[in-house]
């Protein structure tokens, strides 16, 4: 029987937090400014 054990040996999972945080960055703000560019046009659609 194995252990599971999903750390990798070489102790790089401090190089793999800034990875998924840069990663979420890169999709985070262009949503966000999606969402900001959606809801001005939307207020301009319904308020004239």
Same mark, same amino acid.
């Given at each position: 029987? @194995?252990? @599971?054990?999903?750390?990798?040996?070489?102790? @790089?999972?401090?190089?793999?937090? %800034?990875?998924? =945080?840069? =990663?979420?960055?890169?999709? %985070? =703000?262009?949503?966000?400014? %999606?969402?900001?560019?959606?809801?001005?046009?939307?207020?301009?659609?319904?308020? %004239?």
């Amino acid at each position: 029987m @194995s252990t @599971s054990d999903s750390s990798p040996p070489d102790g @790089s999972t401090s190089d793999r937090r %800034g990875l998924i =945080a840069f =990663a979420w960055l890169w999709v %985070g =703000a262009p949503l966000v400014y %999606g969402l900001y560019e959606l809801v001005q046009k939307a207020t301009q659609l319904f308020t %004239g």
